[in-house]
């Protein structure tokens, strides 16, 4: 078992920035991805940026340029840096991960508000 617990989210003006951090505590070894997801009241979770074992990175386009997944070194954290935020960037985020063969497990969430 794996448990994700996420943590820095908070108000912050546009324009401003945040950082979220999602530590993994269990058999974290069995990780091979780690990913922030976002989601509004009403809307569908969508994936915000994903971060494999090797550090590869993908994200959205509605955050590509202003925000940045990293893991470190023991790879037992995870972080969003979230730069020059939007108000629609307003939702609640949620860290997942997984292992290769096809277990996920999800965080409760953090809420981050953008005041605009």
């Known amino acids: 078992q794996v448990q994700l617990v996420e943590s820095g989210g908070g108000l912050v003006q546009a324009g401003g920035s945040l950082r979220l951090s999602c530590a993994a505590s269990?058999?974290?070894?069995?990780?091979?991805?780690m990913a922030w997801y976002r989601q509004v009241p009403g809307k569908q979770r969508e994936q915000v940026a994903t971060?494999?074992?090797?550090?590869?990175?993908n994200y959205a386009g509605a955050v590509k340029g202003r925000f940045t997944i990293s893991r470190d070194g023991n790879k037992n954290t995870v972080y969003l840096q979230m730069n020059s935020l939007k108000a629609e960037d307003t939702a609640v985020y949620y860290c997942?991960?997984?292992?290769?063969?096809?277990?996920?497990?999800w965080g409760k969430g953090t809420l981050v508000t953008v005041s605009s």
């Open positions: 997942r991960s997984g292992t290769s063969y096809g277990i996920d497990y």
């Open positions: 269990g058999t974290t070894q069995s990780l091979h991805y």
């Open positions: 971060i494999t074992s090797g550090t590869s990175a």
